[in-house]
């Protein structure tokens, strides 16, 4: 209900009118100024509407200029702060020297990179990662979309450099979407005007809208289905959020390479008063005197009012703080699937076949051992699944025949006849598809689903066996299809361990189906018979399905 009471500040009812779509321009392409030197300082820091920000708006001494006692102020950093959501503004500023800093997500930054391309001195250096997005973001979209895959080729609203263009990127692409066969309507703001996502989906030639949760909500009439009246769209709902995919929006701080170079002692201060401030950050829960004055401090330099300190909360709670731990694992584990040359690699794939970018440009790493800056670390929120409930929910949807519209990803493991091993060589590839899409995404369901041969039974049942042996028959091959279920989950695991990898197995949930969901399907009341070979082994097989469970949220609870 906190981000409810956010959309009711941020959105309002507007007047029916179209959204203007904005052309792509390459951002190369764009009018941005010459580069100048950076100006003497002190800088204005650049904020976002975003709850990672509050961390920061802590170092500076909750105040809008640095406070001398603060965590930035002791160490003898000194800064403006000031909000501005609007990227291309922050990049003039950046190149005509007025600040050396950046703030945005990493296809922001990816933008800044491609667009300074023929300055070295202008590269951008990304030194700190605030948060990852863990509920502010939303996919909604029309009744007409049931399932990721149903994207593919259908029109869709998102910011004109908004920070939602790797959260696009990656969903369409798991989905096994071509982004060029899509169609795009770009808004020219992200919420709160006649211009954003929210209001183009009010358009019945648009399917679906990337927006900010607020605004998710608003539009599902409090995140069940839009019911059309106030600001609800008829028929809308949330079809993935960041509560699901909560690995894909990294939010982060670069500065010019020039300056790098010349204050590297500055941008070190910089993180060690960072992880300072966001483990103060984690460590309020008696929210005491500083506490509502940082948040009455956020509420005011993010929402222009002290008096929304309610919203900033729920800022907040979207937010996963990345701390030092999750600076360590970003920037210096070169086994995590989700760390900066990985995201930077990405976002850039994205912008380039969005048309934002024509080609990619140098996206810096600092040289900084975050390891010995740390002085204190933020763990990073986990996401324990209960796999009773997680098994319920499987259960109900497949009743229900709603099952594979939850599923992002799916591929199969085929097994021979009474087989209950399998050749992990050939699905090596697989398995590390899996374990990348389950840090990506961490608030996901994995089920590993077993199923086996009706053939046996079949004949059993021609031959007018009794219920006893036929049920006898029915489970001995639900016992199978458990075991084969487990082979394909342990292997995962064995795959993830030798590479280092830790995975949370409670987000692995292993169900056996025996002969109840065939792939040659159900004929009647029972398996229908395979016709050929090829359908007799089809049967023979684990489904593996990463199944997001963001409305059953009986099935996961934070740690």
């Known amino acids: 209900m906190k981000r409810l009471a956010l959309a009711c500040a941020l959105t309002f009812p507007l007047a029916a009118q179209a959204v203007d779509s904005i052309t792509v321009t390459p951002i190369e392409n764009r009018n941005l100024p010459s580069a100048q030197n950076v100006h003497s300082g002190?800088?204005?820091?650049?904020?976002?509407?975003w709850g990672g920000?509050?961390?920061?708006?802590?170092?500076?001494?909750?105040?809008?200029?640095?406070?001398?006692?603060?965590?930035?102020?002791?160490?003898?950093?000194?800064?403006?702060?000031?909000?501005?959501?609007?990227?291309?503004?922050?990049?003039?500023?950046?190149?005509?020297?007025?600040?050396?800093f950046l703030r945005g997500s990493m296809s922001m930054i990816n933008m800044a990179a491609s667009a300074v391309n023929n300055n070295s001195q202008l590269t951008p250096v990304v030194f700190y990662q605030l948060?990852?997005?863990?509920?502010?973001?939303?996919?909604?979209?029309?009744?007409?979309?049931?399932?990721?895959?149903?994207?593919?080729?259908?029109?869709?609203?998102?910011?004109?450099?908004?920070?939602?263009?790797?959260?696009?990127?990656?969903?369409?692409?798991?989905?096994?979407?071509?982004?060029?066969?899509?169609?795009?309507?770009?808004?020219?703001?992200?919420?709160?005007?006649?211009?954003t996502p929210l209001e183009a989906l009010r358009s019945s030639k648009v399917d679906a809208a990337f927006m900010i949760t607020p605004d998710a909500l608003a539009a599902s009439s409090g995140g069940n289905v839009g019911t059309g009246s106030e600001d609800s769209i008829k028929g809308a709902h949330i079809l993935l959020s960041t509560k699901t995919a909560n690995r894909v929006i990294a939010d982060v701080y670069a500065v010019r390479k020039d300056y790098y170079d010349q204050h590297k002692d500055q941008i070190e201060k910089f993180v060690s008063a960072m992880t300072k401030a966001q483990q103060a950050l984690s460590n309020h829960p008696d929210k005491n005197a500083d506490y509502r004055k940082l948040m009455a401090a956020s509420?005011?330099?993010?929402?222009?009012?002290?008096?929304?300190?309610?919203?900033?909360?729920?800022?907040?709670g979207d937010a996963t703080i990345a701390g030092a731990n999750g600076n360590i694992a970003f920037f210096q584990d070169d086994k995590n699937f989700r760390n900066f040359e990985q995201v930077v690699k990405e976002s850039s794939q994205g912008l380039r076949e969005f048309g934002v970018i024509r080609a990619a440009g140098k996206v810096l790493k600092?040289?900084?051992?975050?390891?010995?800056?740390?002085?204190?670390?933020?763990?990073?929120?986990?996401?324990?699944?209960?796999?009773?409930?997680?098994?319920?929910?499987?259960?109900?949807?497949?009743?229900?025949?709603?099952?594979?519209?939850?599923?992002?990803?799916?591929?199969?493991?085929?097994?021979?006849?009474?087989?209950?091993?399998?050749?992990?060589?050939?699905?090596?590839?697989?398995?590390?598809r899996v374990v990348e899409l389950s840090q990506t995404y961490a608030g996901a369901v994995?089920?590993?689903?077993?199923?086996?041969?009706?053939?046996?039974?079949?004949?059993k049942k021609k031959e007018h066996e009794s219920a006893f042996v036929l049920n006898r028959i029915k489970q001995s091959a639900k016992n199978l299809s458990m075991t084969r279920a487990q082979q394909v989950r342990q292997a995962i695991m064995d795959y993830a361990a030798q590479n280092h990898v830790q995975l949370d197995e409670s987000q692995f949930s292993v169900i056996g189906h025996g002969i109840s969901n065939p792939k040659t399907g159900i004929c009647g009341v029972d398996p229908c018979a395979p016709r050929n070979e090829k359908e007799w082994l089809s049967n023979m097989r684990v489904v593996f399905r990463l199944l997001q469970v963001e409305a059953e949220e009986s099935a996961f609870s934070p740690l």
């Open 42 to 49: 002190p800088y204005n820091l650049p904020l976002i509407t």
């Open 53 to 100: 920000d509050i961390a920061t708006i802590s170092a500076n001494g909750s105040n809008a200029v640095t406070d001398s006692h603060s965590l930035f102020g002791s160490i003898g950093l000194k800064f403006k702060l000031e909000r501005e959501d609007i990227f291309e503004n922050q990049l003039k500023n950046y190149i005509q020297g007025k600040s050396p």
């Open 131 to 195: 948060t990852w997005s863990s509920g502010g973001d939303a996919l909604v979209v029309k009744n007409n979309i049931k399932r990721a895959s149903d994207l593919c080729g259908k029109t869709i609203a998102i910011n004109y450099d908004g920070p939602h263009l790797n959260y696009a990127y990656r969903i369409l692409s798991d989905a096994g979407c071509k982004i060029k066969d899509n169609h795009f309507v770009w808004t020219r703001d992200l919420s709160g005007t006649s211009q």
């Open 299 to 316: 509420a005011k330099l993010l929402l222009d009012t002290p008096e929304a300190v309610t919203e900033a909360e729920a800022l907040l």
């Open 366 to 432: 600092a040289d900084i051992n975050y390891k010995l800056l740390a002085t204190g670390s933020s763990t990073p929120v986990k996401t324990a699944f209960d796999s009773q409930q997680v098994a319920k929910v499987v259960e109900s949807r497949q009743k229900q025949g709603t099952l594979d519209n939850s599923t992002v990803f799916e591929f199969e493991v085929y097994f021979k006849p009474n087989q209950k091993a399998f050749d992990q060589s050939l699905y090596q590839s697989n398995f590390k």
């Open 446 to 459: 994995i089920t590993i689903e077993g199923h086996s041969d009706p053939m046996g039974y079949l004949r």
